[in-house]
């Protein structure tokens, strides 16, 4: 049986008599959301009984039949609001409403010979452990030195300036650059629909191992609040209580290690939102560690004696971003239908920020001037 979805609410725009469902405007880097186009069309008065695929082919500039059939079998085709089938015959006053995964365009993609640390790959898929620091793709202010200029050279793909090659269309989901961890990239259209429908149907399997400020009061909980861009600082996201803006985002957290003034925790992620964790995180009024956006990079917990705002300026060196990675990634794969689960160890930075907490932690001092 065919997963479906829920097509949410959007605002529309006629462009050539198909319509682009807008909705909120999404600079994502983690916003599964924001990896996809929604689009309607609506069946013209004097069209002949036809196929819904070949309807959608014709209708649709730059995307194939055969691409048409994989989203349709992914579920992302509805026709009258019920799911459709690739045979289905649709008729004058018909309405088709579907979903594409974003194709990024207009930035020129060259390859670059960078070292990438491939944790597994075959011939539909591989998984890439991202360090921190690193750009996913090009974009205003990062055009060389991204993980796709990296994935173009290691693929032997290149883009345009106008280009519409749908491969480089790789990327299914993206982290921040301060972000370290596991992404999976799609090697081909089939690979790419089924993954991208598994994120947007938030079926994948995502954990994260964060430090933030402070001392959690429960082992374990789940943070459940709309984000939505902060009309004070476009740049930030924020968390609509009412849920009456943003988007619905749930975060489940685990306490790993406490040690008083800080806390490590993992984090796993029911949705996808931009900045889902560290904006979750700081809304319970635990920032996540020297995560400047979000007040993180100050001193939220601890003592006013000088030795200790030295000891974090020294941690603050030693991981000198959010502390925050993408531990673990699970997916249904596209072609086994096995379910595969990869674990990426933390990195060093974090790891010795960890060790210098419990040291500070398992000592405690009598703090002086």
Not at 126 to 143: D, I, Q, R, S, W
Request: glycine share 8%.
């Amino acid at each position: 049986m065919e997963q479906e979805f829920m097509f949410p609410a959007e605002e529309e725009s006629a462009v050539d008599g198909l319509i682009v469902e807008e909705g909120e405007e999404s600079a994502s880097e983690e916003d599964e959301q924001g990896m996809f186009e929604h689009f309607r069309l609506n069946v013209d008065k004097g069209q002949t009984p036809l196929r819904v695929d070949k309807y959608m082919a014709c209708h649709l500039m730059d995307t194939s039949r055969h691409r048409v059939q994989l989203a349709i079998k992914n579920g992302y085709v509805k026709v009258n609001d019920k799911p459709a089938k690739a045979n289905l015959i649709v008729r004058p006053g018909d309405v088709i409403r579907f979903v594409m995964p974003y194709e990024r365009r207009g930035f020129e993609v060259l390859p670059e010979n960078i070292p990438l640390d491939i944790v597994y790959e075959d011939e539909d898929l591989l998984v890439v452990n991202k360090p921190a620091g690193m750009v996913v793709h090009p974009g205003h202010g990062h055009f060389e030195g991204t993980l796709i200029n990296a994935l173009s050279y290691h693929l032997g793909i290149t883009q345009g300036p106008d280009a519409k090659d749908e491969r480089m269309g790789v990327l299914v989901h993206r982290i921040d650059m301060d972000t370290s961890g596991l992404l999976v990239v799609a090697k081909n259209d089939e690979s790419q629909l089924d993954l991208a429908g598994q994120f947007f149907r938030h079926t994948i399997e995502r954990k994260y191992v964060a430090v933030v400020w402070g001392n959690l009061k429960e082992d374990e909980g789940t943070i459940v609040g709309n984000i939505g861009r902060d009309p004070n600082d476009r740049l930030r996201f924020k968390v609509y209580p009412e849920g009456d803006k943003g988007k619905h985002a749930v975060t489940h957290y685990r306490v790993i290690e406490r040690f008083g003034y800080v806390t490590v925790v993992e984090c796993r992620l029911e949705t996808g939102r931009t900045h889902q964790i560290r904006v979750h995180m700081n809304h319970i009024g635990h920032p996540l560690f020297n995560d400047e956006r979000y007040g993180g990079s100050e001193i939220r917990k601890g003592t006013i004696y000088a030795k200790y705002k030295q000891f974090i300026r020294n941690c603050f060196e030693l991981c000198p971003r959010q502390a925050l990675h993408a531990m673990t990634l699970g997916f249904v794969h596209p072609r086994t239908r096995e379910f595969i689960r990869f674990d990426s160890p933390l990195p060093a930075d974090m790891q010795a920020l960890i060790n210098k907490w419990r040291d500070y932690a398992g000592n405690m001092p009598s703090e002086e001037e």
